[in-house]
Structures are given as structure tokens and as C-alpha cells.
């Protein structure tokens, strides 16, 4: 692969959590694969008064002791900056400018938000100030994280004020789902193959399932999940995306703005849910305390952090249709959670039945449930359900399992969701960013909800013991059929599996 040409990432809010644990180590990765620019510089930015040498040894824990992680480290530079000041950004241009006339970075800088979303708006202005937005010999570019607004307003609000400073062209939203390798593989599934996108519609397909399932709970981090909820933390971006890349029709080509514009497509066709209807179609869900392999489990509402009487969901559950041509009238259900029996996300094409039962007559007969099963995370991979004939007499069925694992792949590395991403936009490749118009359409699709919750406190919020597959109504949401249950394993689809 082409190395991307020499350039500075900047990142703000580089004593953060984030930069430690997954910025870093990811370009670290990109070192090992010497996918690198040739000429290539670090610049961390935060409140801490660092000097160069203090942030390196900083983020030494988090790689490995060794020579090559020592060489990388050499990239990595400090500015000790209050980000809400503008009269400190004249100090960060100077700074700029030392580093980019040092190395001949040739005024190329990539600028990373990785900070409290209330500064978004800020950084972009004073940089722009600062003159630090636009060059007549690099490129500039803003790489901003998730939460993009809290609900439509503010995301529309976030997003004309970032275009007061910055092109569309130049922003990468980043939402790590796109980045991860089984997401990708969606498209390739979908458009490499001759046999699956024939039957990718509604005729032959019954009905659609995402599954975003989390052991973990809120992890410290109950101040901030207590504000944002499930709908918020992981539908209105991560799930909606992978939404998109199934539903989407074939892009033209493989070029950023054309997949950005069918996954727009997709989120244009979504029925909306009124106001009025969400209780029958939005299940949402609180863990209470429990006990998981003989260990007391504290409930939500016991995290620290959290309010005593919080009515935030740590689990959804939710049924909705895309009204176009593909695949009018097939059910699309979506179901994530925190303190679940497994940390698995997957998507499940659910096949329509054959029109005609010739074996109905074989003792304990069932219709073979034909299911693609596109594990994204653990054991990734595809699985194939299918029905095979018990050897023997009669025509006795049995569903059988043709699978993929990643793992089979033992000399390829399979990149981080960070890698993917970061080098994409050193190559200045949007591909998998997200476009400012169709996050807010995924904001306009969850509004109602958000306000059906807000208005209306009789909406219920079910109580699930952590570990267990959610509250009991989400099993009724998927009208005569169920869920799958999927395991650590890929092809074990048991009703319980091991935490
Ligand atoms: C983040 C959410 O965006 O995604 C977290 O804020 C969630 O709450 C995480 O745990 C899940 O990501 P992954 O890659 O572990 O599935």
C-alpha cells in the first residue's frame, strides 16, 4: 500500500484516555507496518504541562518496551495548551511551524478532537483564527469523535458551526464501527459475490437482526452514559451505520462520496416512528443487581456516577422498516445492551421460508430457517445455516452451519478500528467517516423517541438482571420468531452461553 504523503497530526486532548488507548497504540501498529508517512510528526495538546520527553515517557505503558516502540516514540511531540483560550493558539502556530519547517511536513496537518465535546466548537473557531483552517500548500483537515450533538438540534447546530470554519471536505467524523474489518466486509459480501445480492430483498428476505450485545457495564463512566443512554451511546451512530451497509443499494463506485450517499439514502427511507407508536416499537431496559458465577453484580442504578432514580437505558430493543423498493416491508430489528450474557455484535439476514413444505410429513418438521449470520466482533467471520437430510430413512432435516472464521487467516493482522481509520484519513480517504448530512438524518429518525421518553414517563423502562439476555417484552418485538442468541464462538447459537 502507498505510504500517505508527509504530514502532522495534531491531537487535542492528548492526555486523554482515548489518545493512550487507542490513538497511539494505533499508529504505533501503522509503524510496525511501515504505513507511516516517511516524514510524519505527533503533536499532543492538552492542559497538562508537559515537555516532549514527560508525554513519551507517558505513553510508554502502552506499548511495548522495545527498540521499535522506542524509534516510534520519536515522533511524538508536546504543546502544553488551554484549548479554550484563543490567546494560546498564536503559541501552537509557532509551534506548528517549527516542527513543519524542521521535518518539511509541507504545511499538511491533521487536527484530532479528541476532547470534551463543549470544546468542538471552540477549537475549530480559534484555529481558524489562529489561520491555522486553511493553507495555500497543505491540506487541513479536522477529525472530530462521537457524540456529534445529543440530539437533532444540537447536532445541526454542531454541524453549522464546524462548517463555519472547515469545508465538509475537510472533516472526518469518525465513528469506529466503519472501521472495524468485518464492517468493511459487509460491503465485499454484498457486492464481491454473485449469490447473495440477488436474494438481498425483500422477496427472499423475511426479516433483518443487529445485534450490539456488551458483558461490560458502564465502567466508570456512569457520569457520562447516565446523559446519553443506549439510543444515543450506540443506535444513532454505530448500529444506524451498520444499518446503512446493509440496506444500501450498490454504489457506483468505490469512492467516498458515492457509499456516503447511499447510506443517506438509507436513513431517508426510514419509517418514521411517531411519537405515539414508540412503546410498541422501542423496547428499553435497565440492568438491575444480580449475581454472575456466584459474584454479587451492582445494578445500574447503584454505578457511581449514576442517579439513584435514573430511568436511563442501558438496553434497547427496537423493530423499524426502511419504505423503499428493496425492502419494503421486511422488519429490521436492532437490540444492544450493556451487562448481557456476551460481548458480540452481528448482523443476521433471516431467509424467507420455501413457498412449499414437501417434507411437512417427517416426523417433527420444522422449516428450515435459512440464516447469513456476519459476526463483526468476537470470533469474526460469516456463518451459513442451511438444512441438510439426517442420513438415513425418511427425509428427516437437520440445520447444518457453513462458516468463515477470521481467525483461519493466521498470517494476516487484522487492523484495529483506529488503524483503519486514522491511515484513511492521512490519505484523505472519507470512505468510512461519517457525512455531516447523514448523521443528522439518524438524529432526525431517533428524535421522536427521545421525545416520546421525554414527555411521557409512563413509557415503561424494564428492569433485566445483568447477565441475562435483556427485559422479556423485547422477545415479543419480533413478531413470530426470535431472536438469535449468539455465543463468544461464532457457530455456537445456544440458548445460554458463558459470560
Ligand atoms: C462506544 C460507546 O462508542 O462504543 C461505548 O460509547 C461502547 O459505550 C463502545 O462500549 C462499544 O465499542 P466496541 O468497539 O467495544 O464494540
Not at 123 to 128: A, E, H, N
Request: proline fraction near 6%; glycine fraction near 8%; charge should be neutral.
Amino acid at each position: 500500500m502507498k505510504k500517505p504523503t508527509h504530514q502532522l497530526l495534531v491531537i487535542f486532548g492528548a492526555s486523554g484516555d482515548l489518545t493512550r488507548r487507542k490513538l497511539v497504540p494505533a499508529l504505533f501498529d501503522l509503524f510496525l507496518q511501515n504505513l507511516l508517512p516517511a516524514k510524519f510528526a505527533v503533536l499532543g495538546v492538552s492542559r497538562t504541562p508537559f515537555s516532549d520527553e514527560q508525554f513519551r515517557d507517558s505513553m510508554k505503558e502502552f506499548l511495548p518496551s522495545n527498540e521499535a516502540a522506542a524509534n516510534f516514540l520519536k515522533f511524538l511531540h508536546y504543546q502544553p495548551l488551554e484549548t479554550s483560550r484563543n490567546s494560546d493558539y498564536p503559541a501552537l502556530k509557532t509551534r506548528l511551524s517549527q516542527i513543519d519547517n524542521e521535518l518539511g511536513l509541507g504545511g499538511n496537518y491533521i487536527f484530532y478532537l479528541s476532547t470534551p465535546p463543549s470544546l468542538y466548537s471552540i477549537i475549530p473557531r480559534y484555529l481558524s483564527e489562529a489561520g491555522l483552517s486553511r493553507s495555500e500548500t497543505g491540506f487541513r483537515r479536522l477529525i472530530v469523535e462521537k457524540p456529534f450533538g445529543t440530539d437533532l438540534e444540537t447536532a445541526r447546530r454542531l454541524n453549522v458551526e464546524l462548517l463555519n470554519y472547515f469545508d465538509e471536505k475537510q472533516i472526518y467524523r469518525i465513528d469506529h464501527y466503519l472501521g472495524k474489518e468485518t464492517v468493511q466486509n459487509m460491503l465485499v459480501t454484498r457486492f464481491a459475490n454473485g449469490i447473495f445480492e440477488p436474494l438481498w430483498n425483500h422477496t427472499f428476505i423475511r426479516h433483518v437482526e443487529v445485534t450490539s450485545a456488551e458483558s461490560l457495564g458502564v465502567e466508570g463512566r456512569g457520569g457520562y452514559y447516565d446523559h446519553s443512554g443506549a439510543l444515543r451511546d450506540m443506535v444513532q451512530n454505530h448500529l444506524l451505520q451498520l444499518v446503512g451497509f446493509v440496506a444500501m443499494e450498490p454504489p457506483a463506485v468505490m469512492e467516498a462520496d458515492a457509499i456516503r450517499n447511499e447510506t443517506l439514502k438509507v436513513f431517508q427511507a426510514l419509517r418514521p416512528i411517531r411519537e405515539n407508536m414508540v412503546e410498541n416499537y422501542v423496547i428499553r431496559g435497565q440492568y438491575t443487581a444480580s449475581t454472575i458465577k456466584g459474584q454479587p453484580v451492582p445494578g445500574y442504578r447503584q454505578e457511581e456516577g449514576v442517579d439513584r432514580h435514573s430511568r436511563t437505558e442501558t438496553f434497547l430493543a427496537m423493530k423499524f422498516f426502511i419504505d423503499n423498493w428493496r425492502w419494503a416491508g421486511v422488519p429490521f430489528y436492532i437490540r444492544t445492551g450493556k451487562k448481557l450474557p456476551a460481548r458480540v455484535t452481528e448482523v443476521v439476514v433471516n431467509f424467507k421460508h420455501v413457498p412449499h413444505h414437501l417434507f411437512s410429513a417427517s416426523p417433527g418438521y420444522q422449516p428450515v430457517s435459512n440464516q447469513l449470520v456476519i459476526r463483526i466482533q468476537p470470533d469474526e467471520g460469516v456463518l451459513l445455516k442451511f438444512g441438510m437430510k439426517i442420513p438415513g430413512a425418511g427425509f428427516n432435516i437437520q440445520t447444518v452451519n457453513m462458516n468463515f472464521h477470521y481467525s483461519e487467516l493466521t498470517d494476516l493482522h487484522l487492523p484495529s478500528a483506529y488503524e483503519r481509520l486514522l491511515l484513511d484519513c492521512m490519505q484523505g480517504d472519507a470512505t468510512l467517516y461519517a457525512r455531516g448530512d447523514a448523521v443528522e438524518e439518524a438524529w432526525r429518525f431517533v428524535q421522536p423517541i427521545l421525545n416520546a421518553w421525554g414527555s411521557n414517563p409512563e413509557i415503561p423502562i424494564y428492569g433485566y438482571p445483568a447477565g441475562s439476555w435483556g427485559p422479556h417484552e423485547a422477545e415479543k418485538l419480533i413478531t413470530g420468531d426470535q431472536w438469535r442468541y449468539p455465543c463468544k464462538n461464532l457457530t455456537d447459537d445456544g440458548l445460554y452461553c458463558e459470560l
